[in-house]
């Protein structure tokens, strides 16, 4: 006789297997109106556990075709939001659902803002000493010139 956990362990796994898929963890952007995608990000945790126990129906050295059976078997998920992602023209940003976020969790979450900030900062500095430095009328005078 097959064992019947082996039945139940396989239907449990087969639902299982059913309930996991990609769009459960990363799931289907969503397109906003100025073209902007948000994709949401979740964390999925999946439990399982079976058992099962044979009963004899008939004193042992006998045939033992009718033995009773005893099981069960059983299963959990959770799903969590954790984060979004904006994909937007200029930029990449992952905004965390949870407002308990470390000081270097939002450090990290600053450095793609910085840098712009950064970036526009020198080039207007670029920009203001090329016009402070342009030649005057009468060709006296020096020009910087500044590699970018």
Not at 19 to 48: H, L, Q, R, Y
Request: net charge negative; glycine share 12%; no cysteine.
């Amino acid at each position: 006789m097959a064992n019947p956990i082996e039945g139940l362990m396989s239907v449990a796994m087969e639902n299982i297997k059913q309930m996991v898929d990609v769009n459960t963890i990363i799931g289907d952007p969503v397109t906003a109106d100025d073209g902007t995608i948000i994709i949401p990000v979740s964390k999925v945790s999946f439990g399982f556990g079976a058992g099962g126990s044979e009963f004899n129906a008939k004193p042992e050295g006998k045939d033992n075709k009718n033995a009773m059976f005893g099981g069960g078997a059983g299963g959990g998920v959770s799903i969590n939001p954790v984060a979004f992602m904006v994909v937007g023209k200029e930029q990449i940003r992952l905004l965390p659902v949870s407002s308990n976020m470390s000081t270097i969790d939002r450090v990290v979450d600053m450095i793609p803002d910085l840098l712009n900030r950064f970036n526009s900062f020198i080039k207007d500095l670029a920009n203001k000493k090329d016009d402070e430095d342009e030649p005057a009328a009468d060709g006296e005078g020096t020009s910087i010139v500044l590699d970018e």
